[in-house]
C-alpha cells in the first residue's frame, strides 16, 4: 500500500509522529484517571459489592445488548457468574473513574478513551479459558478451533498484530465493488476524475461532483450493486462526478500535499464537469473530510465571486468543533503540535495507522470482538462489503492532517478571514447556496451535534438529517433495504438538541429525500450523453481508473 519507510523530505519514518501523539495522549489520560480523592470515595462501594458477588448476594446482572456475554453458562455457572459479575463491577468503577476527571470535555474524551480500551482488554471473553464459549467450542471441535485459533492468530501478527475483521476475497474493486459502469475522463498528479455512464433516456443538466474523504477509498460511495449511493443518484437521472483520490507515496514526494492542494483539485474537477456537461451550474456532494474540503473549496468561490455552486450535499461533515467531537480531543495536549512536525517533515502516514487508530475508539466491537471469533473460536473473517472497504486503507500526508486539524480545533471555520484557501482570505457564511446536511445519531466519528454545527457555519437555505446509526452506515442506506430511520428538518435552531426534539420522524431511507431535494436543484431534462467526456476531455479509460488501486 505504501512506499519506502523512509520519507523523501525527511528521515522520519511514516507514523512516527502519530504514535508519539498516540503515546501522549494515553499518558495525559492516565495522569487524569489517578485520582487518589475519587478511588477513595468508591473505596467502600466497591469493597461492599466484591463481597456480595463473593456471598452470591449480587444483583449485577449483564447488559442484554452486550454480546461478550450472551453465552447462558455466565449465569448458569457459579464460577463464570461471579467472574462475570466482577468484571462488571470492574467497568462501573472505571466509568465512575471517568467521571470524576475534572476539566473541560477533551480530558474526559481522552480518559475515556483510555479506560475503554483497558476495560475492554481485561474482559474475561478475551480469553480462552474464561470465555465458555470458547471452552466447549474447544470440546466439540476435539481442539481444532485452538488450533484454527492458533493459525489464524500468528497470520494476524505477522500481519501487524491487530485481529483480521474481514476476508476481502469476495470484493475485487471494479468487479462487485466500485462497479457502476463509467469512465476516467481526466488524470493529474493528486486524482483522477470519473464520469459515470447514464442509466436514464434523459438527465438533468446541472452534474453533481462528488468529494470523498481524502483519508478513504472514494468507493465507499459506490459499494456493491443495491447499495451504492452513486448508482442511486444515477438511477434518478443525475449526471454523476466523482474524484478518486491517489493514495500519497512518500517516496514520490506526496509528502507535501496540503490542504491547498486538495482544494485545487476540487477547484480543477470543477472547472472539468462544467465543460464536458456545458453547465454553468455544478451541485457539491462532500463525505466527511471530502465535506470538509469541500466546504473550504466553495467558500474559496464564493470569495471570488464564482456562482456555480448550485447545492452542497454534506455529509457526516463538521467545519468547527464546538461540541464534542474526536479531533478535539485526539489534537489536543500537544498532539498538534506533533503533527504540524511531522508536516514540516514532509511524513505520510501510512493507512494501517490510521485504520487501527479508528478501531481502538470501539475496542470492543472493532477489535476484541475479532480477536474472540479468529483467535479463539477459530472462525474465518467474515465477508462484508463495507468491512473490505474498511480495509483497503489508504494514507494521508501529515501536512493535510496538520491543517485540517487545526482548523477544527482552533474553530476557524466559524470567523470570517480566519481561514485562506489559495492565499485568499474565506468565510463560509458567505457560501450561500443551498445545502443537505447527514449525520449518525451514534455516530463515534464525526458526532451529530458536530456535524449540527456545520449548519449555523454556513450561509443559504439547509435541510438537516440524522439517521438512527452509526458512521458508515448513515450514508450506507440503501433506498429498498434501510434498516434506519432518520430524523429531519430545518435547521433553524442554534442548539442542535432542541432542533432533534421538534424534528420531525421518518422510517425508510433518506436517500429518496435527497433525492427529490436535489433534483429540484439539477436542472431541466436533457437527452442523456451519448458517451463519455467530451473533444478537450477525452475518455482515459473505464472506472474505477488507476489510482484506486494504487
Keep these: 500500500m505504501d512506499g519506502p519507510d523512509d520519507v523523501a523530505l525527511g528521515s522520519v519514518r511514516p507514523g512516527a509522529a502519530g504514535h508519539a501523539g498516540t503515546a501522549r495522549l494515553l499518558l495525559e489520560a492516565a495522569a487524569d484517571l489517578v485520582n487518589p480523592a475519587a478511588a477513595a470515595r468508591e473505596l467502600p462501594w466497591l469493597a461492599g459489592e466484591l463481597l456480595k458477588i463473593g456471598l452470591g448476594r449480587s444483583d449485577l446482572g449483564f447488559d442484554e445488548k452486550d454480546p461478550r456475554f450472551h453465552d447462558a453458562t455466565w449465569r448458569e455457572n457459579p464460577l463464570y457468574h461471579r467472574l462475570g459479575q466482577s468484571y462488571r463491577l470492574y467497568e462501573e468503577w472505571a466509568g465512575r473513574m471517568v467521571a470524576a476527571v475534572d476539566g473541560p470535555w477533551e480530558r474526559r474524551a481522552r480518559a475515556a478513551y483510555l479506560t475503554n480500551i483497558i476495560t475492554g482488554a481485561l474482559s474475561p471473553t478475551n480469553y480462552l479459558l474464561t ?24 497470520r494476524d501478527l505477522a500481519r501487524g498484530g491487530m485481529p483480521s475483521m474481514v476476508n476481502r476475497g469476495p470484493f475485487p474493486v471494479g468487479e462487485t465493488l466500485a462497479c457502476t459502469p463509467g469512465t476516467v475522463v481526466y488524470r493529474d498528479e493528486i486524482f483522477e476524475l470519473l464520469q459515470y455512464a447514464p442509466a436514464t433516456a434523459t438527465v438533468r443538466s446541472h452534474p453533481l461532483l462528488m468529494v470523498p474523504p481524502e483519508l478513504n477509498r472514494y468507493y465507499v460511495l459506490d459499494l456493491a450493486p443495491g447499495r451504492s449511493m452513486v448508482e442511486y443518484a444515477v438511477a434518478q437521472g443525475i449526471q454523476v462526478f466523482m474524484i478518486v483520490w491517489r493514495n500519497p507515496r512518500p517516496g514520490l514526494g506526496h509528502g507535501r500535499w496540503g490542504a491547498d492542494d486538495y482544494l485545487g483539485a476540487q477547484i480543477r474537477a470543477a472547472e472539468v464537469v462544467r465543460s464536458i456537461c456545458g453547465s454553468q451550474t455544478v451541485n457539491w456532494l462532500g463525505l466527511c473530510a471530502g465535506g470538509i474540503t469541500a466546504a473550504l473549496a466553495l467558500g474559496y468561490l464564493a470569495a471570488k465571486g464564482d456562482t456555480s455552486a448550485g447545492s452542497a450535499t454534506f455529509i457526516v461533515t463538521m467545519l468547527t468543533s464546538e461540541h464534542p467531537n474526536i479531533v478535539g480531543w485526539m489534537a489536543g495536549g500537544g498532539s498538534l503540535a506533533l503533527l504540524q512536525e511531522a508536516a514540516a517533515a514532509g511524513q505520510v502516514f501510512p493507512g494501517s ?43 494521508i500526508t501529515a501536512r493535510l492532517a496538520a491543517e485540517v486539524s487545526e482548523m477544527l480545533v482552533e474553530r476557524k471555520a466559524a470567523r470570517a478571514g480566519a481561514i ?95 433525492a427529490e431535494w436535489l433534483i429540484q436543484r439539477s436542472g431541466p431534462d436533457r437527452p442523456a450523453p451519448g458517451k463519455p467526456g467530451s473533444r478537450q476531455y477525452p475518455p482515459l479509460g473505464p472506472a474505477p481508473g488507476t489510482y484506486v488501486r494504487e
Design 131 to 154: 470465555n465458555p464459549l470458547a471452552v466447549k467450542r474447544a470440546f466439540e471441535t476435539g481442539g481444532q478451533s485452538v488450533l484454527r485459533g492458533a493459525r489464524n492468530m500468528l
Design 353 to 395: 495507522a490510521l485504520r487501527t487508530s479508528f478501531a481502538w475508539l470501539r475496542p470492543n466491537d472493532l477489535v476484541f470482538n475479532y480477536l474472540v471469533s479468529g483467535w479463539l473460536l477459530g472462525e474465518d473473517p467474515p465477508a462484508f462489503d463495507v468491512l473490505a472497504w474498511n480495509d483497503d486503507a489508504t494514507a
Design 420 to 514: 485562506s484557501v489559495l492565499g485568499t482570505p474565506i468565510d463560509l457564511a458567505k457560501v450561500d447556496c443551498d445545502s443537505f446536511h447527514v449525520a449518525g445519531y451514534t455516530d463515534h466519528i464525526t458526532p451529530w451535534r458536530a456535524c449540527y454545527d456545520s449548519t449555523q457555519v454556513l450561509g443559504g437555505r439547509k435541510e438537516m438529517v440524522v439517521v438512527k446509526s452509526g458512521h458508515i452506515q448513515s450514508f450506507v442506506n440503501p433506498a429498498k433495504t434501510a434498516r434506519y430511520g432518520y430524523r429531519d428538518a430545518a435547521p433553524n435552531a442554534q442548539d442542535p438538541d432542541r432542533w432533534l426534539s421538534a424534528a420531525a420522524e421518518h422510517e425508510g431511507s433518506w436517500w429518496p429525500k435527497w
